[in-house]
């Protein structure tokens, strides 16, 4: 099996916080060293349809590295009622349409009959698996990191739109745009496939324990908020050195009168600020809280790791809540050699040649 498809997962009740456990994180972890004789099976994940009270980065499964998360879009371009949001989201298909909700995607149903009203994330996963699969096609030698660098590389921002105006098309320190809903953009096949052709893997992947703060601090009232810092330099010199972003986990432990109502932000040192963990109304957790959790981003792409980065928490429900964060532990995740710098660029105007380009003057600053 080279692409495994999973439109499931944890219960989109906006207060559940589940995902994988030893068993299943071996299964993962060996598949994407060992499957497809070593370049690593594709592992596609449908984002969740717990709508915007329910955060994917609460759900185990789609927030891992080692997936692609799928969220979907509406044949208009807005997002689904169903779409929940986070910051580990890469790209997005689309699902049923707009105008006519019994408009949706044509596929195989149960007892040998079709339909054509299949949608949700569930649809959209494995759209994008299809859509992988023909890049596999295009060159058999794509690693599970390949197809995510071309998820980022290759989708489009197109007319992709939150219907509530809550989030924004931002652009990251590299010049990259995502979308909090969205990702990286709708995937482009034909671009896909087309960069497929001439792609270059990318260099080794190290993972980088860039920072730690384990001691208590209590979180304030949504009048304020607690900012906490770290000051990384990304594992230099050492052999875990990370210049050039993929992933990034902040992995955080912390309690609440009521886990639902405490927000996280990520802010990098080049100024990417990423929603780590939105308000869920339904989560009235007292108990378990968060216990070393790996919240993701994936927003921070192609960014230098080095500087400040800085953990925003606060609580922000219509109640007096309390409660403490106990310990966050920044890990940092990519390359120490530049990604895309033996890739041709055709065009200009692409994310390939704004990214190359950016790592280009940013190295180049390094040296002087």
């Not at 780590?276 to 070393?292: C, E, M, W, Y």
Request: proline residues 4%; glycine residues 8%.
């Amino acid at each position: 099996i080279d692409i495994y498809s999973a439109s499931w997962g944890p219960t989109d009740d906006g207060k559940t916080v589940d995902g994988p456990r030893n068993a299943t994180m071996r299964a993962i972890v060996r598949g994407v060293n060992e499957g497809r004789r070593g370049l690593g099976n594709i592992y596609v994940w449908a984002s969740g349809d717990g709508g915007e009270d329910d955060d994917c980065n609460c759900d185990g499964y789609a927030a891992s590295m080692w997936t692609i998360s799928i969220n979907s879009a509406i044949n208009d371009g807005q997002n689904a009622h169903y779409d929940e949001s986070c910051s580990s989201t890469l790209a997005s298909t689309f699902s049923n349409g707009a105008k006519d909700p019994h408009t949706g995607v044509a596929t195989t149903d149960l007892y040998g009959k079709c339909t054509k009203t299949h949608s949700g994330t569930s649809a959209a996963a494995p759209e994008a698996a299809g859509v992988f699969a023909l890049a596999l096609e295009a060159n058999p030698n794509l690693t599970w990191r390949d197809m995510q660098h071309l998820c980022v590389l290759t989708s489009k921002r197109n007319s992709l739109y939150d219907s509530k105006k809550r989030f924004f098309w931002n652009m990251n320190g590299v010049g990259l745009e995502f979308n909090h809903l969205f990702g990286y953009g709708v995937l482009d096949a034909g671009a896909m496939v087309a960069l497929s052709k001439m792609w270059i893997s990318v260099p080794p992947r190290f993972h980088c324990e860039a920072g730690a703060i384990i001691e208590t601090h209590p979180i304030p009232y949504n009048s304020s908020s607690l900012y906490l810092t770290i000051n990384t330099e990304a594992c230099a010199k050492s052999d875990t050195e990370v210049n050039y972003i993929e992933h990034v986990q902040a992995v955080i432990t912390l309690n609440s009168t009521r886990r639902g109502d405490v927000t996280l932000h990520l802010i990098s040192p080049m100024g990417t600020k990423s929603m780590i963990l939105s308000r869920r109304p339904n989560d009235d957790d007292h108990h378990d809280g968060f216990v070393k959790w790996p919240f993701m981003t994936t927003h921070t792409w192609g960014e230098n790791p080095r500087g400040v980065w800085k953990l925003e928490v606060q609580h922000s429900g219509p109640t007096e809540q309390s409660g403490f964060i106990k310990e966050w532990t920044l890990m940092v995740h990519g390359t120490k050699e530049q990604p895309y710098k033996n890739l041709p660029v055709e065009d200009n105007n692409s994310k390939l040649a704004i990214v190359k380009k950016a790592h280009e003057d940013a190295y180049k600053k390094h040296r002087r």
